[in-house]
């Protein structure tokens, strides 16, 4: 069966350091990769997707950036926190729509709080 | 361009009761729906999903749904709340065409309080 994990679950950081979120998928090849962030109160706010590796699109201009070095492997960056970058973030996959006669869902991993101080 | 709006962020009920949570979608494409559940601190677990074919579309937890075309609508449900059905519920929108990226548009969420 396929699973999605996340590290750090959580992560205090001064603003200004750098940031290193790391997100792996098992039992599953070629998956479409996605980071969200989930601010107080807010919903979901796409910053990320990958439909293979090397292959990022940008969602917002923001901070943050994403690799996806290996095909299982999503990982969000920042060279300078900021305040702002406070919140949870979360990583998701799905398979690939194409080939497909219906739309797969996102399957979600656990989340990463990141407090920036 | 397809959105999502899920109508009141937050909705309590008394346990036993039932739950109504609504959402309408736009989307000039035959729209795929998926509804999300949360619970604090934790990731996303889909309750259930529309893609085509029947309705109303049942799910985990005793939760069901009812894609409405004409009201561009896809409400979620359950006859009797119980305490442990307290968190946050997003609605989500996508659509199978050539191009897509599997990308999910969701609504802001709906905090559900159960009282005793």
């Known amino acids: 069966s396929q699973t999605i994990h996340q590290w750090p679950a959580t992560l205090v950081q001064p603003v200004g350091s750098p940031l290193s979120l790391e997100c792996t998928v098992e039992?599953?090849?070629?998956?479409?990769l996605y980071w969200y962030r989930q601010a107080a109160g807010r919903g979901l706010q796409l910053l990320f997707y990958s439909v293979g590796i090397g292959q990022i699109s940008s969602e917002v201009p923001q901070n943050l950036s994403a690799s996806r070095p290996q095909d299982r492997q999503f990982i969000l960056s920042s060279k300078k926190l900021l305040l702002s970058d406070s919140g949870f973030y979360l990583c998701?996959?799905?398979?690939?729509?194409?080939?497909?006669?219906?739309?797969?869902?996102?399957?979600f991993g656990p989340g990463t709080r990141l407090t920036v101080l | 361009a397809q959105s999502v709006t899920q109508l009141g962020s937050h909705v309590s009920v008394s346990e036993g009761a039932l739950v109504l949570l609504r959402c309408n979608y736009s989307?000039?494409?035959?729209?795929?729906l998926f509804w999300y559940v949360q619970y604090p601190n934790q990731g996303l677990q889909l309750l259930l999903k529309?893609?085509?074919?029947?309705?109303l579309v049942k799910g985990i937890n005793g939760f069901e749904a009812e894609f409405k075309k004409s009201e561009t609508s896809f409400h979620l449900t359950k006859p009797s709340a119980h305490m442990s059905d307290a968190a946050e519920y997003f609605c989500?929108?996508?659509?199978?065409?050539?191009?897509?990226?599997?990308?999910?548009?969701f609504g802001q969420g709906t905090t559900l309080q159960v009282k005793p």
């Open positions: 989500a929108v996508s659509h199978l065409r050539p191009g897509n990226t599997g990308k999910l548009i």
């Open positions: 998701a996959w799905s398979v690939p729509a194409s080939g497909r006669s219906t739309m797969s869902e996102q399957f």
């Open positions: 039992g599953t090849s070629n998956p479409n």
């Open positions: 989307s000039s494409v035959p729209p795929y």
């Open positions: 529309y893609t085509t074919g029947a309705t």
